[in-house]
C-alpha cells in the first residue's frame, strides 16, 4: 500500500479495483492511496521477549508532552485503554547482534479489536505493525537522524501468518534497515511469548515539515 495524500476522516470515500487487481483509494478525482498484492521474505526477525518489550516501553521516546500527535489511535499516549492500541515503542536494552537499533513494545490487544470470527481483524494487526517502525526509524542514530524529525508513513507491506485473539500477549519489535535521503526504511513484526514470528512488515516513511504531517500542506 502506497499513501499518495493524507485520507480525509468523515467523508466518503471511494475504493475502485483495477482489472490487474491494484486497488485505488480516491476521494472524487483526487487519488489517496493505491495497494497491491506483494511478497514478503523476512528471514531474519529478531527475537524478543516480552519480558524485554514490557521493559522497553518504559524507555520509550515520547509522551503526552513531547508526541507528534498524541491521540494517534495506535500510539497516541493521549488514548484511553479500548480507544486505541497504546503501543509505546521504546529501545531495547540489550542490543541485538547485527542491529544497530531494535525498539520493542508489548501489546495485549483489546477485546473491542476482535473481527466477527473472534480474532483480531486484520486492520489492526497491521496498524500495530505501523507505528513502531517509526519510532525506531527516527531513533536510528546510525543513520543520522537525532529523534526530533517529523516523519509521515509513506508505504507499508505486511504479512499475517498467525491470527491472534484479544487478550493474547505479543510483542511487536521493530528495526530500520536503511535510508535514501528523505526516505527512511524500516522493518517490523509481530511475535508470541514464544518469540514465533506471527506477522511481519516492511515500511518506508518520508522526512516531512510538520505542517504537512498535520495536513496542512501537502
Same mark, same amino acid.
Given at each position: 500500500?502506497?499513501?499518495?495524500?493524507?485520507?480525509?476522516?468523515?467523508?466518503?470515500?471511494?475504493?475502485?479495483?483495477?482489472?490487474?487487481?491494484?486497488?485505488?483509494?480516491?476521494?472524487?478525482?483526487?487519488?489517496?492511496?493505491?495497494? +497491491?498484492?506483494?511478497?514478503?521474505? &523476512?528471514?531474519? !526477525? $529478531?527475537?524478543? /521477549?516480552?519480558?524485554? @518489550?514490557?521493559?522497553? #516501553?518504559?524507555?520509550?521516546?515520547?509522551?503526552?508532552?513531547?508526541?507528534?500527535?498524541?491521540?494517534?489511535?495506535?500510539?497516541?499516549?493521549?488514548?484511553?485503554?479500548?480507544?486505541?492500541?497504546?503501543?509505546?515503542?521504546?529501545?531495547?536494552?540489550?542490543?541485538?547482534?547485527? +542491529?544497530?537499533?531494535?525498539?520493542? &513494545?508489548?501489546? !495485549? $490487544?483489546?477485546? /473491542?479489536?476482535?473481527? @466477527?470470527?473472534?480474532? #483480531?481483524?486484520?486492520?489492526?494487526?497491521?496498524?500495530?505493525?505501523?507505528?513502531?517502525?517509526?519510532?525506531?526509524?527516527?531513533?536510528?542514530?546510525?543513520?543520522?537522524?537525532?529523534?526530533?524529525?517529523?516523519?509521515?508513513?509513506?508505504?507499508?507491506?505486511?504479512?499475517?501468518?498467525?491470527?491472534?485473539?484479544?487478550?493474547?500477549?505479543? !510483542?511487536?519489535?521493530?528495526?530500520?534497515?536503511?535510508?535514501?535521503?528523505?526516505?527512511?526504511?524500516?522493518?517490523?513484526?509481530?511475535?508470541?511469548?514464544?518469540?514465533?514470528?506471527?506477522?511481519?512488515?516492511?515500511?518506508?516513511?518520508?522526512?516531512?515539515?510538520?505542517?504537512?504531517?498535520?495536513?496542512?500542506?501537502?
Amino acid at each position: 500500500m502506497t499513501l499518495h495524500a493524507p485520507p480525509p476522516l468523515e467523508r466518503s470515500l471511494d475504493v475502485l479495483m483495477g482489472t490487474d487487481g491494484d486497488v485505488e483509494l480516491r476521494e472524487e478525482d483526487r487519488l489517496l492511496a493505491t495497494a +497491491r498484492a506483494v511478497r514478503i521474505d &523476512a528471514p531474519d !526477525v $529478531p527475537r524478543v /521477549s516480552y519480558e524485554a @518489550a514490557e521493559e522497553a #516501553v518504559g524507555r520509550t521516546p515520547y509522551d503526552e508532552r513531547t508526541h507528534n500527535l498524541p491521540t494517534c489511535f495506535v500510539c497516541g499516549p493521549a488514548r484511553a485503554h479500548g480507544d486505541g492500541l497504546r503501543i509505546f515503542a521504546g529501545p531495547l536494552q540489550t542490543p541485538i547482534s547485527g +542491529r544497530p537499533a531494535v525498539f520493542a &513494545a508489548s501489546w !495485549v $490487544p483489546h477485546g /473491542s479489536l476482535a473481527d @466477527a470470527d473472534g480474532y #483480531v481483524a486484520s486492520e489492526f494487526v497491521w496498524a500495530a505493525l505501523d507505528c513502531p517502525t517509526g519510532y525506531c526509524s527516527v531513533g536510528a542514530g546510525h543513520l543520522g537522524l537525532n529523534g526530533n524529525e517529523t516523519v509521515l508513513l509513506g508505504r507499508m507491506a505486511a504479512r499475517i501468518d498467525h491470527r491472534l485473539s484479544p487478550g493474547d500477549r505479543c !510483542v511487536v519489535a521493530a528495526w530500520p534497515t536503511g535510508r535514501e535521503g528523505r526516505k527512511l526504511f524500516a522493518e517490523s513484526a509481530l511475535l508470541s511469548p514464544e518469540q514465533d514470528v506471527l506477522a511481519v512488515a516492511r515500511t518506508t516513511w518520508l522526512l516531512v515539515d510538520r505542517q504537512v504531517q498535520l495536513g496542512a500542506r501537502t
